[in-house]
């Protein structure tokens, strides 16, 4: 069964870069016919798509976020990861590493907590 | 883009009780594309069905989803103490990428 495991800083100053790793294991991110995306959740509030990566290094991004965000992959590590740019205070949220096919997500890390503050 | 919007808001229920969950789209959503999921306070979504209504793995009976075009249903014929929680309907748009509904909140009368 697959895991997945986010990783990175809990806090960022506002403008500077988000960055978040996630580790897989039960499965390889080489796999054909799986997304792995980055999903985020505001306080209380619902679910936001990010982006993902498909087929060794295809990605796909959320129109409302797409001027800031990238995702990559490190097949030897068996790890992708998102990294956010000129973040605000907006950017405050759990963020979900997860695995899914093109039609749904069939599979969550436990999320982590990032807040933007100086 | 495609906006799903679900209803109602929140549901108060009773253990026993059928629940009904709506998701209305905005357009014509493929029912393939079309899945549910629970989230409990402090955890990560789970998927619960797919393909507008296919089980996920290990989801019991009680949950099943139904609907085509603009709108969906997720029925869970008895609740039980461990289903309240917050669920979300989500879609596959043809031009990539996921969106969610709202959610709904299912809390115990």
């Known amino acids: 069964q697959v895991r997945l495991q986010e990783s990175g800083p809990g806090l960022v100053k506002p403008s500077q870069t988000l960055s978040l790793t996630c580790t897989v294991s039960?499965?390889?991110?080489?796999?054909?016919?799986?997304?792995w995306s980055w999903i985020r959740q505001h306080p209380e509030k619902g679910l936001e798509w990010i982006g993902y990566?498909?087929?060794?290094?295809?990605?796909s991004y959320s129109p409302s976020l797409k001027s800031r965000v990238s995702i990559s992959e490190d097949t030897s590590k068996n790890q992708f990861s998102l990294k956010l740019s000129s973040v605000t205070a907006a950017d405050t949220a759990v963020y979900y590493c997860a695995r899914g096919f093109r039609s749904n997500i069939e599979s969550w890390g436990q999320g982590t907590q990032v807040s933007v503050s100086s | 883009e495609i906006v799903l919007t679900q209803s109602p808001g929140t549901l108060s229920l009773s253990p026993g009780d059928r629940a009904t969950l709506s998701c209305r789209a905005s357009?014509?959503?493929?029912?393939?594309?079309l899945a549910w999921y629970q989230q409990k306070p402090g955890q990560a979504p789970r998927l619960l069905i797919h393909a507008a209504s296919s089980r996920a793995a290990g989801i019991p009976d009680r949950f099943s989803g139904s609907g085509s075009g603009t709108d969906f249903t997720l029925t869970i014929s008895r609740l039980e103490p461990e289903d309240f929680a917050v669920y979300y309907c989500?879609?596959?748009?043809?031009?990539?990428?996921?969106?969610f509904g709202q959610g709904t909140k299912l809390e115990i009368k």
């Open positions: 357009q014509t959503v493929l029912s393939s594309y």
């Open positions: 990566t498909y087929n060794s290094g295809s990605t």
């Open positions: 989500q879609q596959y748009g043809t031009s990539g990428g996921y969106t």
């Open positions: 039960g499965g390889s991110i080489s796999s054909r016919g799986y997304y």
